[in-house]
């Protein structure tokens, strides 16, 4: 069982830059994946980023690939979104997430969230 706390999100102007963190309880010893999804306002929820416990890869939705970059402290159960060049259509919840596989959070959803952290870039 994971419990996932999100936060950092906040009101940044266009080309601004904003670092997400999300600590992990875990009540066992396991070896899990995370990321983060985002919902923007009458939009469906989106894939954005991910992470394998061994940090050895990262995947990341088109939309992002070059502007956020995903990591993971295994010390602090912690992974984090750092944000940069920020878009008014990066606007949405954003939500950590665990378990599964990495390589698979484009497509599937895994089974533990977050509440969200709300990001806002505007003028």
């Known amino acids: 069982q994971i419990q996932l706390v999100e936060s950092g999100g906040g009101l940044v102007q266009p080309g601004g830059s904003l670092r997400l963190s999300c600590v992990a309880s875990?009540?066992?010893?396991?070896?899990?994946?995370m990321g983060w999804f985002r919902q923007a306002p009458g939009k469906e929820r989106e894939f954005v980023a991910a992470?394998?416990?061994?940090?050895?890869?990262?995947y990341y939705a088109d939309s992002v690939k070059d502007r956020f970059t995903i990591s993971r402290d295994n010390a602090k159960n912690a992974i984090y979104l750092q944000m940069n060049t920020l878009q008014p259509e990066d606007t949405a919840v954003y939500y950590c997430?665990?378990?599964?596989?990495?390589?698979?959070?484009?497509?599937?959803?895994?089974?533990?969230w977050g509440q969200g952290t709300q990001v806002t870039v505007s003028s």
């Open positions: 992470i394998p416990w061994s940090a050895l890869s990262t």
């Open positions: 875990v009540r066992s010893i396991t070896s899990y994946a």
């Open positions: 997430a665990a378990g599964g596989f990495a390589s698979t959070y484009s497509t599937k959803s895994p089974p533990y």
